[in-house]
């Protein structure tokens, strides 16, 4: 308790301390919108290889998280990565940092036309994955909650300022030293206080892999605890923790940004059409679904099915 106090009182000053820096308001576009934005950039990206005014260009456009509003639904999007890599192109242009932002562009805006093209009518779908849910064996089973979710948000905020101060160029003046300095004490007692309580949650099962992203366990772990558990007989457990190897090796390659939130359906939809991974990545996930979330009987045949699929995806020892 009293690690929670001062946790919360560090972070109370470092809230009206840092209020000073807030960033700018958020930028609101439609889907056709967010597109054409998309694809501005992605030309902007190609000429600053010999233009600087196209990363400011880009750089302006930048400016504030973005709002995306499309099919009744808002999604909230942050630019700093971006705004990151197009300072990189603008101070030393470089071909490895304009394709790094060109494949960035390139999968948000796959995952922009498969949500814009995604079928309507998901009562069919929704209404059995309630039945299933529904079950005595889920009504343990809970996500991330929203404690979980504030720390992770707050210890991503504070990376990502303490990134853009250690990556300037100019020293910080009186004043940012003295927020960097609560900064860094508020770091130290949140630090403590997470690692404590993960440690003391280690043991929970949920229906994602825990609070921090699935790759932050490298996928050779997840497939030797599956062998592990296959050894055992113990053959759910082999497909499930199977299926999160072939995750985290995709997260891995970048395929997409990590994050601990997203459900088996929303790692199949986000990754492009075109993908040459993405039939391996359905049928782990079909398998997933019918033998851990529906309780179908497995065996050594289907966990055959999952390493073989495994190996397709690229994961080989």
Known sequence: MRTIRISASMLIVVYLCASAYATPSARTFSLPEYLAELDSLSRSATEAMGDKTAADTALKELHGDWTVTAEGQTFNLNTDWLTDQFEKLKNDPKVTVRDEILGRLHVMRANASAFQNAPSDTAVARQKLIGILSRNEFHQVRGASWWDRLKYRIGTWIYRMLSKMFGASSAPTVGRMFVWTLVGIAVLALTYFIFRTIRQNARLETIMPGVIPVSAKQWRMWLNEAREAAAKGLWREAVHLGYWAGISFLEESGMWRPD?????????RILPQDSQHRSRLKALTRRLEVTWYGNEKAGPETF??????????????
């Open 304 to 317: 055959s099915e999952t390493v073989a699929d495994l190996e397709e995806l690229g994961c080989r020892d």
């Open 260 to 268: 601990q939130a997203r459900t088996p359906r929303e790692y199949l």
